[in-house]
């Protein structure tokens, strides 16, 4: 039978579990603890077989969430977590140990940047390197590197990752390579497709896409041979050597760590995943319209968007997402506008934080995320006081454009 698209696949994902009554949607499983009515079977999940025993670990609702998005990446398994912080700290720190080396983008989630920096204090070296330079971050191997970690498209600069290159690169050296495709979605691009050992989404983004669930998947991609990295656990050496890692992610994750997505909220994300699709071709579409839009406004100094020939990795935007290139974008106005009265003008964009939303959320960054580091690490980073991060929506666009021109012609 022919493979099915992405969105058939995803919409009739639940019911070919075989449901009962027929329903389309896997329940929301409420059970703390599953019994078993044979004690050899019980002792047989315990030991590793598929199945359920305490919900901490999993139940069949985010096991149907996990299909999912094991099936959207063209994975091979993944774990669910209660947020995209929680699988970006399993997988860290169920990897990781003291005295490895890490190399990291520095273009990364503020949260994931503190993350690491408790990372460190645990005794990971790391080092920050530019991920759109491939010879930044061969300059930064040493025998002791464990990992290279990046994100697809930066927050707020939407600087474009060498994926690929860095991708051949760690396949050559033998090195765990994860990528964090919140910002693009498994839509846009496909990380196994540059190589990479694990995939991190924030569900909480895109793929849940309506700002009512928090929640977070590591995917492996099973690519990588796990059998020669030497921080997998003895008892997590069973089976393929490609699942060890996601394995070793799950039980120190969820198991000990605890951080794990409830059934109710598994729910919401898996039916807003039904449409991501139509969510994110709208929001693409709306995005590079409006970039272009406020590109030639005379009050908006720079419009940072892969999407726009002006984006300094456009090409390999092109090369990498085709022709979407995601909702969010940089956008830095006029420093003669007081940014407070010009937010304070709009009508339709909602002043919030968050992204992948089906609302246009707008946010000044030096004066909020970027308020702690002080004025000159903003000016070393870019970030001026009139840098707006702006996470398009799913609405009309006329009313976006509308919306930014009147709030412009008054300031
Ligand atoms: C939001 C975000 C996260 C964290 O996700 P939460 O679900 O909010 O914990 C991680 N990485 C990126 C790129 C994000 O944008």
Not at 2 to 10: D, R, Y
Not at 117 to 140: E, H, K, P, R
Not at 196 to 218: F, R
């Amino acid at each position: 039978m022919a493979k099915n698209g992405f969105t058939t696949t995803i919409v009739h994902s639940d019911r070919r579990s075989g449901i009962e009554h027929g329903a389309i949607h896997q329940p929301m499983h409420a059970s703390t603890e599953y019994a078993f009515a044979d004690a050899r079977e019980l002792a047989a999940v315990f030991q590793g077989k598929a199945g359920f025993t305490y919900a901490r670990q999993g139940t069949p609702t985010t096991a149907a969430l996990e299909a999912k998005i094991t099936q959207m990446e063209e994975g091979v398994g993944t774990v669910t977590f209660a947020s995209g912080m929680a699988a970006l700290a399993a997988t860290f720190f169920s990897l990781l140990k003291s005295g490895d080396h890490l190399i990291s983008s520095q273009h990364i989630f503020g949260n994931t940047n503190s993350l690491l920096g408790t990372l460190a204090g645990l005794g990971v070296d790391i080092s920050f390197v530019d991920a759109t330079d491939l010879a930044s971050v061969q300059a930064a191997w040493r025998p002791d590197t464990r990992m290279v970690f990046t994100e697809t498209l930066a927050n707020p600069g939407t600087q474009v990752a060498d994926l690929a290159g860095i991708g051949n690169w760690c396949r050559d050296k033998g090195l765990v390579y994860v990528v964090d495709n919140t910002l693009t979605s498994p839509l846009l691009f496909k990380p196994k497709s540059a190589h990479a050992t694990l995939v991190v989404n924030s569900l909480s983004k895109h793929i849940g896409g309506h700002g009512n669930g928090l929640g977070g998947a590591v995917t492996n991609t099973g690519l990588f041979d796990w059998s020669a990295y030497p921080n997998i656990a003895e008892p997590y050496r069973k089976g393929a050597p490609t699942g060890w890692g996601l394995t070793q992610i799950k039980k120190k994750g969820l198991r000990d760590m605890g951080g794990t997505l409830s059934s109710d909220v598994a729910h919401r994300l898996g039916a807003g995943a039904e449409t991501l699709v139509l969510r994110m071709n709208r929001i693409c579409a709306n995005a590079l319209a409006l970039a272009q839009h406020l590109e030639s406004h005379s009050r908006v100094m720079r419009v940072h968007y892969p999407g726009l020939d002006s984006h300094a990795q456009h090409e390999r935007a092109v090369a990498l997402f085709g022709a979407r290139f995601g909702g969010l974008m940089g956008i830095e106005l006029d420093p003669a506008i007081d940014v407070f009265d010009f937010l304070n003008r709009l009508r339709v964009l909602a002043l919030a934080t968050h992204l992948g939303d089906n609302r246009t959320l707008v946010l000044p960054m030096a004066q909020t995320i970027y308020y702690e580091m002080g004025p000159e690490r903003r000016a070393q980073m870019g970030i001026s006081d009139t840098f707006l991060r702006v996470s398009i929506g799913i609405e009309d666009i006329e009313d976006l454009i509308g919306d930014f021109d009147q709030a412009l012609a008054q300031s």
